[in-house]
């Protein structure tokens, strides 16, 4: 048990709203938005949350309430008509159901959006300063502007509560318009909304009260915004805490929901949504010096992964709600097996950041460890039972292979897995090597306890051969054997070159100067010349790409590049490593500009190259021929949703799945497997 | 022969003398209880039912230990029956008669019988339970009046003078007169203190076949409160601790005995016996473990309780109030009603609670709560989900009552399974939410009756607001404080334990739970439900109702060991060598089983604390839960 776990299931009231416990998930745009509109994935995936025990749920990160404010760049939503309130109805219903509260954040973004997309209105914000992250200058709000933006925010304010929502919040964090007026950093009117912090805090105090007035006064209305920004000429940790008071004393806020930093820039960005290279709750002490001033309840979210850190959170009295969104989008059942005593079976956010880090590139937020997430229209993350028990034998247990044993046990199958090594966990093994990417280590451990709990057959140190297979006389095989790092196609790298995976497993440990050369652009080229360089190695790292780390995303690759910067790691993109060639006791590696094909030499004591993996597929074709499908999965049923459509009276079927197949990520091997095996 | 008084008058003489001997060892003895309190006594009634009360009460529990049972049989009903046999021929005809010789032989025949089954059990070693001292001459005493007696009688049956007869007499005589004596401090106590317990029983409703188990109210006005020395006892008390034979089988039931805490019940008994009497022999059982040896001031006005006095404080706050002893007494003794007896003293005249007990029952006493939480978080685990409350009711047909595990987070569980059970069959319910109150039953086994008469009175003044045809409740603690003590305070109320309302529900069709064969059940009775109340059949019938696979362990029933949970026993933590619910949980594991089914929050806070166990932990209602969803 937990220490202090009852703090965490105490209901908390607010202006006549209980919520049932004091665990949240913070509003957030997962990209699920749908013309504006948050549709069935969305309202899935936040009912899925409540199902799973969690108090109150808010969505629709940065919802705009003006058309000059679009939806569009992030597939958020847009409560600038009245066109959403049926689906706020729906939505609200379905999170009802199951005894949560739901409430959306509200914003207008002011400069830091795009005025390219929807309907190419320019943005605007108090002063004409660009954004480094949205890239945009803004028009100089005027005081028609003003005055319409406000009235928006009422309107908007109007149609949640016309749609069941619980609540709403406005957005006064991450450089949002109210926040732009704020922060002297942008704002430098000098009319009565610039100067002084009183004439600052105008604009928000009348945007507060126009939605009060629209909405009703007993209408649950917070805030969120920063406690401190964290940059020289913003706002410091005692504008703050006076923002604070003075809209708490005011009256226009019912909580407040703090966190730390701004996101004006890629490191900005990356601090304020942490990830796993910082501790737990590292900004905790700014809700806490806030709500020793206040009278209203505070929240706060910043990477508070592990219940013991929110129970600790709320029991010493640093805030009222603990906001854990990642931690939920790991594991939205986290209270109720929390409050059911199986606190041990909650798959634990490991700070990946696989899922901000998608949608800043358009994509949708995913789960690096829960391929249910996100998809709860046809992905369970409850495994029923298969009405037939069968015989699984799984070759591999890495993720993927992990994965499709936990699935298939749940299933009530009995499951022999197969482990040549001697630990479970596969590449994930390799990667938490590499300094701070420790914590993956995490989605192993998960997962090994949940085969062990129910009952697979783990056999590590036991190598999968065809008669070992055939003799536990399976009716599915499924093989997750992997993939093998590649050495690439340069001349001379088969002879040459060594493999990071070579490096973070310690059969090479290079010294001296080091060209590192990496075609994937993922953490680990990124984490394994952070290593290098730690380990004193001179390190250069080249890649094919604009960038290095060009695939990592937004809360990962700025503090990749921080520490390569801070280690004086030499970064060199747009190159392209061509040959590598022995000279004396050293090697000569021959680059290529890829813009001007001008050719460079590095003269090197090792080279490390980083290519991705390739299949291990040698049992998987000693096995085909036998199968009744020859191996094959038949892909239209897996995505329907439907078993596949083999006849097991007559032999095994066979598939493989994650990096077995093709080389890709660790999402893509669990997800391979849930989809597989939820079916079988 | 040719004595000048014929053996057929000397021999039924014997037995007369021997008589008188015993009677008047016992008019000694019983000369000590005369310091003791008044009592309600009905003695036409008690006497009436000696013999029923002797016959089957008694045996009932004697009979549990097959061997002892066969021997007490024949010994004592030999014993009885050669004595009265003999003593009657003091009538001439019946001297006379030879035939009634051989009767008379044959009966101390079987005596002596019955004294090698005594021997047996402490020669060449004794039983461990057994107390050594006096009790290891009984069976000579016996051997000899029942060897002497059958010789005797044989030579008169078949009229054989000689030297033999004055040697055999002689023999009967040792052995019958020692044992007259011994009725006033050795091992024949028990035959005629126990006899009299017997008619003059405090609790003569637990021979009534219903648990009369209701600790009695005190007279908070009283000059004294509690018991500090013997003479603070009622007199047919004192009586009772003197029925004590020692048997030790309650120590062998004692959890906290077997904890190695400093509580041996047999112990205290006998603390109790000699700390009435100044010439009481030395105790020769198990000790109070710990080995503390402490001798203490003796008689009527001798302090019982103290660092060093007979009885040292943490023997009495070890108990758990669990009955176990009682349960296992042959004597009929009630041990715990001594305990509480004795903290009440301790604690509303010495204000000398154990340490760790002081803030849990300030708390309880300041704000209705020990753990001094506010009342309306009671209903903080049901945050979520509808809950009806009283206060906006009115009334129902249900009143839920919740008692302290709301607050606990686990046991919330339970609650929240037990609540969407209800409303799975619709039942008219209601709690009553921030008017509950501790029902006070912590204070009231460890003695604060103050704390628990306030706490009764608000309750039931509380009670009295709403209607509701029943109360249920999963905790049998407040089960029993509800039931059968707030009576006395004026509370009459219909309480069910949520087992067997649960039950009534399954059998009524409203509830339809599926089958759960694979799972593998224990059931771990809770000693409130099952000893003070009676209730074992309800929880197992629910189980069964479920289809799990069932298993008893082997103290099960009004005989299982207590989770260490009860009267105040956590609060006080007195520290032992072993924890109980570890003792408990590993009796659970030899049944196999992979969940031990409870049924009350505190086994579950017990059990649920043992570290490294095997089996879940699941109340009746979880389980039951699941099989509806299960049936669905």
Same mark, same amino acid.
């Given at each position: ?26 509003? +957030? ?40 404010? &679009? ?104 450089? +949002? ?404 060639? &022995? ?98 | ?35 003791? %309190? ?39 009903? !030999? ?24 009767? /008379? ?147 062998? %039931? ?54 060093? %006095? ?16 009682? $349960? ?10 001594? /305990? ?99 029902? !006070? ?180 209602? $979880? ?10």
């Amino acid at each position: 048990m937990i220490a202090n776990a009852d703090a965490l299931l105490k209901p908390l009231t607010i202006k006549g709203l209980t919520i049932r416990n004091r665990v949240m998930s913070t509003s +957030h745009a997962p990209g699920y938005g749908k013309d504006g509109k948050p549709q069935e994935r969305y309202q899935l995936y936040h009912a899925e949350k409540a199902k799973g025990g969690i108090g109150l749920t808010m969505f629709g990160g940065s919802s705009s309430v003006a058309v000059d404010s &679009p939806a569009a760049p992030w597939n958020q939503i847009s409560v600038a008509d009245d066109s959403v309130i049926p689906f706020f109805r729906q939505f609200s219903d379905r999170v009802h159901a199951h005894g949560g509260k739901l409430m959306i954040q509200l914003t207008h973004m002011g400069r830091r959006t795009k005025w390219d997309t929807e309907h190419w209105l320019p943005t605007v914000s108090p002063s004409p300063r660009r954004e480094p992250a949205s890239r945009t200058i803004p028009k100089e709000m005027e005081e028609e502007d003003i005055a319409r933006v406000v009235k928006s925010f009422a309107q908007a304010a109007r149609r949640c509560r016309e749609g069941g929502l619980d609540g709403c919040e406005v957005s006064a964090a991450h450089g +949002h318009l109210i926040d732009q007026f704020w922060s002297p950093s942008v704002n430098q009117r000098t009319d009565k909304y610039g100067g002084s912090l009183e004439n600052r805090m105008r604009f928000g105090i009348e945007v507060l009260e126009a939605m009060r007035a629209e909405a009703g006064d007993d209408y649950v209305i917070g805030i969120r915004m920063s406690g401190d920004e964290m940059i020289a000429d913003g706002l410091s940790q005692e504008d703050c805490v006076t923002i604070a008071s003075e809209y708490a004393k005011r009256g226009l806020v019912d909580f407040l929901n703090i966190l730390g930093g701004q996101a004006r820039d890629h490191i900005a960005h990356a601090i304020s949504l942490p990830n796993m290279s910082f501790p737990v709750a590292p900004f905790l002490f700014l809700p806490s010096a806030i709500k020793r001033e206040v009278d209203v309840p505070v929240f706060h979210a910043q990477r508070v992964t592990d219940l013991a850190t929110a129970a600790r959170a709320v029991a010493e009295g640093h805030v009222d709600m603990v906001a854990m969104t990642r931690a939920h989008i790991a594991d939205p059942h986290l209270v109720k097996k929390l409050s059911e005593g199986r606190a041990d079976d909650i798959r634990q956010c490991v700070g990946a950041g696989y899922c901000i880090d998608r949608i800043y590139v358009g994509g949708d937020a995913l789960c690096i460890q829960n391929a249910a997430t996100g998809r709860e229209a046809t992905m369970p993350h409850e495994i029923r039972r298969a009405d037939v028990r069968r015989r699984v034998v799984v070759i591999g247990a890495g993720p993927g292979g992990l994965e499709a044993a936990r699935v298939c046990a749940e299933r009530g199958h009995a499951v022999v897995l197969f482990e040549k090594s001697a630990q479970a966990g596969g590449q994930i093994g390799l990667a938490a090597k590499a300094g701070w990417r420790e914590a993956m280590s995490g989605i192993t451990r998960w997962l090994v306890a949940q085969v062990t709990k129910l009952g697979v057959d783990l056999r590590l140190n036991t190598e999968a051969t065809e008669e070992a297979v055939l003799a536990e006389k399976p009716d599915v095989v499924i093989v997750a054997t992997g993939g093998t790092p590649f050495r690439g196609h340069a001349k001379g790298a088969e002879q040459h070159a060594v493999t990071t995976a070579e490096v973070l497993a310690g059969a090479v440990e290079p010294t001296g100067s080091v060209l590192l050369y990496d075609e994937m652009g993922q953490h680990n080229a990124a984490s394994v010349a952070e290593l290098l360089a730690k380990r004193g190695c001179l390190v250069e790292i080249a890649t094919h790409d604009r960038m290095i780390a060009e695939e990592v995303g937004t809360t990962n690759q700025p503090i990749h590049l921080r520490e390569l910067y801070k280690l004086g790691v030499v970064m060199t993109p747009n190159m392209e490593l061509i040959e590598v060639y &022995p000279e004396g006791n050293r090697l000569v590696a021959a680059l290529r500009n890829t813009m001007t094909d001008a050719e460079e030499e590095r003269v090197i004591d090792r080279l490390v190259v980083e290519h991705g993996t390739l299949p291990v597929e040698g049992l998987y074709h000693g096995l085909k021929a036998a199968s009744v499908n020859r191996g094959q999965t038949d892909q239209e049923a897996m995505i329907r949703g439907e078993p596949q459509p083999y006849d097991l009276s007559k032999g095994y079927a066979l598939y493989r799945i994650g990096d077995a197949v093709a080389g890709r990520n660790i999402h893509a091997a669990i997800y391979d497997a849930l989809r597989l095996c939820k079916d079988l | 022969m040719t004595s000048f008084v014929p053996l057929t008058t000397v021999f039924p003489g014997l037995v007369w003398l021997m008589a008188a001997l015993a009677l008047l060892q016992g008019l000694r003895r019983a000369a000590l209880w005369r310091v003791g %309190a008044a009592a309600p006594v009905a003695w036409l009634d008690g006497l009436a039912k000696l013999p029923k009360r002797y016959l089957v009460d008694v045996h009932h529990v004697v009979a549990r230990d097959a061997y002892a049972s066969r021997m007490h049989a024949v010994v004592a009903g !030999g014993l009885l029956a050669a004595s009265i046999l003999t003593a009657l021929a003091i009538l001439p005809p019946l001297a006379g008669f030879r035939p009634y010789w051989f009767v /008379v032989a044959l009966a101390f025949g079987v005596t002596a019988i019955g004294s090698l089954l005594v021997g047996a059990r402490r020669y060449p070693a004794k039983q461990k339970r057994l107390s050594a001292g006096r009790f290891q001459i009984l069976p000579f005493l016996l051997v000899a009046y029942a060897v002497g007696g059958t010789i005797t009688a044989l030579l008169l049956a078949l009229r054989i003078d000689g030297l033999f007869a004055p040697l055999a007499l002689a023999l009967a005589a040792a052995g019958g007169l020692g044992l007259a004596f011994e009725v006033r401090h050795g091992p024949m106590r028990h035959a005629a203190a126990g006899a009299l317990h017997l008619v003059a029983h405090p609790r003569p409703g637990r021979f009534e076949g219903r648990p009369d188990t209701a600790l009695q109210p005190l007279d908070l006005d009283a000059p004294r409160l509690g018991s500090e020395m013997p003479a603070d006892f009622t007199w047919n008390r004192l009586l009772s601790y003197d029925a004590c034979v020692s048997c030790g089988r309650c120590e062998t %039931a004692c959890p906290a005995f077997a904890a190695g805490q400093p509580l041996n019940p047999k112990k205290l008994v006998q603390d109790l016996v000699a700390g009435l009497s100044p010439a009481e022999p030395a105790y020769a059982g198990a000790p109070y473990p710990g080995g503390r040896a402490a001798q203490g001031e003796r008689g009527a006005l001798a302090r019982l309780i103290g660092p060093d %006095a007979r009885i040292h404080p943490d023997t009495l706050w070890s108990c758990t109030t669990c009955r176990a002893c009682v $349960e296992e007494c042959p004597m009929m003794i009630e041990h715990v009603d001594a /305990v509480v007896s004795l903290r009440r003293h301790q604690t509303l005249e010495r204000g000398a609670l154990p340490e760790k007990a002081v803030g849990p029952v300030t708390e309880l006493r300041q704000s209705g709560d020990p753990g001094g939480r506010p009342l309306s978080a009671r209903t903080d685990f049901a945050a979520g989900i509808e809950l009806p409350v009283m206060s906006e009711r009115g009334g129902a047909e249900i009143l839920l009552w919740l008692g302290e595990g709301a607050y606990d987070l686990r046991y919330g569980r339970s609650l929240r399974a037990l609540i969407r059970l209800l409303r799975e069959a619709q039942v008219d319910f209601a709690v009553l939410g921030a008017e509950e109150r501790d029902t !006070g039953d912590l204070a009231r086994r460890l003695g604060d009756e103050a704390t628990f008469q306030d706490l009764a009175r608000e309750n039931i003044a509380t009670l009295a607001q709403y209607r509701f045809a029943r109360i249920v409740t999963a905790d049998p603690h407040a089960l029993h404080a509800l039931r059968n003590e707030y009576p006395a305070l004026g509370g009459r109320f219909t309480v069910i334990h949520h087992t067997a309302f649960l039950l009534e529900l399954i059998r009524a069709g409203k509830l339809n739970p599926g089958r759960l064969p694979d799972l593998s059940v224990t059931y771990h009775d809770p000693c409130y439900l099952a000893r003070y109340n009676g209730e074992t059949e309800a929880p197992r019938a629910v189980l069964d109702a479920i289809g799990v696979t069932r298993s008893e362990m082997t103290r099960s029933g009004k005989r299982a060991m207590c989770c260490g949970g009860g009267g105040g026993a956590p609060v006080s933590d007195i520290p032992g060598e072993r924890r109980i619910p570890d003792l408990r949980m590993a009796q659970a594991a030899e049944t196999g089983a992979g969940i031990v089914a409870v049924a009350c929050p505190s086994c579950t806070a017990m059990l649920e604390g043992v570290t490294g166990r095997q089996a879940e932990i699941r109340d009746i209602a $979880e389980l039951l839960l699941q099989a509806v969803e299960a049936g669905r």
